[in-house]
């Protein structure tokens, strides 16, 4: 019997390898660099310890990474293509209507001055100010799984106001400055154009204090639980006419007591995530469907470790759904550390621009196709908890 799995098992993986070589395969019209590409993909899902050209030639048999080194820089496919067909595929094995799109950004550490995008800069993942390039990216999550949508590459002033830089690393002509918000936005839009199906967007302080972020999702009649600083001023909505402007903090002190409330923000590593919640309703776009809300979450075991979220909703929500949207952001943490560690995210070896998105976009298709086997098999997914 135990035999019996282990080639089912088997079977099943070789199947899976074959379907995402035919999501892979429409993109290239010649048959070497199509091969080179699938190679680059199981070489992605290997356990090979590094996964750069280098090593990934070496897995595919091949003497020298010309193969590989050109598949990133000069072969002739469009990566945002590739990107779209992920997009498919995702939703079709994850897709859920009450899915969450959630935006984060994450760090690669980078040496020199020479890649598209590096800069010295505030890298979340190294918790510091260091010399890196940013990405900011959009993933899914469902209760099927959570896996990666879509990526940009965020460019500091100090490369788009230097044309002579960018291109010598490739960047294409009219690719101004876009703040990270921006980028979110962006991306955002390309999933709902997309139909992918979502209810909810979440993300952190980096796109909650972001204005244009939040008017946009509302146009797009999409609901938001994003975190915002301390210092955010809301309208909290107190009786008077107008309402009363006050900071986040100011705007909790006021509360009751009672007010707050012990709820769950989901599962994690080390288990059931509890804090104490509790809401202010704040002034917003008029919107017969929804409410406008500013969330306070606490620790239980010392109350002044506090986060706060802006958050816009439909009439009628629970606190503890409140929660549990405003936990699920933390997952996107999980899957950036499981991608660079299982799918080579941050294994690259390139400075053209270029050749940072196809990279990326390889190692996004090699996490959702994990991510997919994981949920048919009905285990939890590679970025499915939050410690």
Request: a neutral charge.
């Amino acid at each position: 019997m135990g035999d019996d799995v282990c080639v089912a098992e088997v079977r099943e993986w070789a199947e899976g390898l074959v379907e995402v070589g035919e999501l892979i395969g429409g993109r290239f019209a010649r048959s070497e660099p199509r091969a080179n590409a699938v190679e680059y993909v199981r070489g992605l899902l290997s356990e090979a310890e590094r996964k750069n050209s280098w090593t990934l030639s070496e897995r595919a048999g091949h003497r020298v990474p010309d193969r590989m080194q050109r598949l990133l820089s000069s072969t002739d496919w469009d990566p945002d293509g590739l990107r779209d067909d992920l997009r498919g595929y995702v939703v079709d094995r994850l897709g859920d209507p009450e899915g969450v799109l959630i935006v984060d950004e994450t760090g690669f550490l980078k040496k020199g001055k020479r890649s598209a995008g590096v800069a010295r800069q505030y890298s979340g993942t190294a918790g510091r100010v260091e010399n890196c390039q940013i990405g900011v990216f959009l993933t899914y999550a469902t209760n099927q799984g959570r896996t990666f949508l879509d990526r940009e590459l965020y460019l500091p002033k100090e490369w788009t106001e230097d044309p002579d830089r960018c291109a010598a690393a490739g960047i294409p002509e009219g690719r101004g400055f876009k703040t990270k918000g921006d980028l979110a936005i962006q991306m955002i839009e390309r999933a709902v154009d997309a139909g992918v199906p979502a209810w909810w967007v979440a993300g952190d302080a980096v796109y909650g204090q972001y204005h244009r972020l939040r008017r946009t999702l509302e146009e797009r009649g999409l609901f938001y639980v994003l975190a915002v600083p301390v210092s955010q001023r809301v309208v909290v909505k107190d009786g008077s006419w107008l309402g009363t402007e006050k900071r986040a903090d100011q705007a909790v002190a006021d509360l009751v007591p009672t007010a707050w409330r012990t709820r769950s923000a989901g599962s994690g590593s080390k288990g059931v995530r509890d804090y104490a919640w509790a809401r202010v309703r704040i002034n917003g776009a008029e919107d017969g469907r929804a409410e406008h809300w500013l969330l306070a979450r606490r620790s239980l075991a010392d109350p002044s470790e506090a986060a706060y979220f802006i958050c816009h909703t439909p009439k009628r929500v629970a606190l503890a759904e409140m929660a549990r949207i405003a936990g699920i952001r933390w997952a996107i943490e999980e899957t950036f550390q499981t991608a660079k560690g299982q799918t080579g995210l941050d294994h690259y070896q390139v400075r053209q621009y270029t050749g940072w998105y196809r990279h990326i976009t390889l190692s996004m298709i090699a996490h959702a196709f994990l991510t997919a086997v994981k949920a048919k098999k009905g285990a939890p997914d590679p970025g499915g908890q939050a410690s």
